[in-house]
């Protein structure tokens, strides 16, 4: 069994002060990093969904996750690194233009199905979404082309394919 399995827990909890902290203590208090944690309200006001991406093993991660399920707060969690699902992560960042290279940065960022969002004469700045692999590719890319001046990402949000819905109990 790998020891650096990448999980995706997607948690809907109630969406009031404090919430967040606690089941981030879940996981850092067993020494795990969260590598990405995205969290905004639902369709339902009174829940809002969390995203968090971790390594670590699968017996351990599922101990934590059947932990948090014991918070006051959470209404349904679920890993989905054993499920099929669909991710998404946005990225934004500032470029600098050098010399010849505005055309190059305008090809990489079309070849990846990037937008470019605002132009000066020496920068760039560039909104792409996709999997964590293809962010990560299209950085590793336009990072050889043009020094990068500013960058933020989203973090992950996922879903299962299908009709599986997380949902809270009935």
């Known amino acids: 069994m790998r020891q650096d399995q990448?999980?995706?827990?997607?948690?809907?909890?109630?969406?009031?002060?404090?919430?967040?902290?606690r089941v981030a203590g879940m996981f850092s208090a067993r020494g795990y990093?969260?590598?990405?944690?995205?969290?905004?309200?639902?369709?339902?006001?009174?829940?809002?969904?969390?995203?968090?991406v971790t390594y670590g093993s699968d017996a351990v991660v599922e101990?934590?996750?059947?932990?948090?399920?014991?918070?006051?707060e959470i209404v349904e969690i679920v890993d989905l690194a054993g499920s099929d699902h669909l991710e998404a992560e946005l990225v934004m960042l500032k470029v600098a233009v050098e010399g010849s290279s505005a055309r190059e940065?305008?090809?990489?960022?079309?070849?990846?199905?990037g937008l470019i969002l605002d132009e000066t004469e020496?920068?760039?700045?560039?909104?792409?979404?996709g999997t964590g692999a293809e962010v990560n590719g299209?950085?590793?890319?336009?990072s050889?082309?043009?020094?990068?001046?500013?960058?933020?990402?989203s973090g992950t949000a996922a879903l299962?394919?299908?009709?599986?819905?997380?949902?809270?109990?009935?």
């Open 6 to 21: 990448r999980h995706i827990i997607s948690i809907l909890l109630q969406n009031e002060a404090g919430a967040l902290a």
């Open 33 to 52: 990093n969260i590598e990405s944690l995205s969290v905004a309200p639902t369709h339902d006001p009174t829940l809002s969904r969390l995203t968090l």
């Open 63 to 72: 101990q934590i996750v059947k932990q948090s399920r014991k918070l006051v």
């Open 105 to 113: 940065i305008v090809d990489c960022v079309r070849r990846h199905r």
């Open 122 to 129: 020496t920068t760039r700045t560039v909104q792409l979404t």
């Open 138 to 142: 299209f950085l590793a890319e336009l």
């Open 144 to 153: 050889g082309i043009a020094p990068v001046l500013e960058l933020v990402r």
């Open 160 to 170: 299962a394919r299908g009709a599986a819905v997380l949902s809270a109990p009935a």
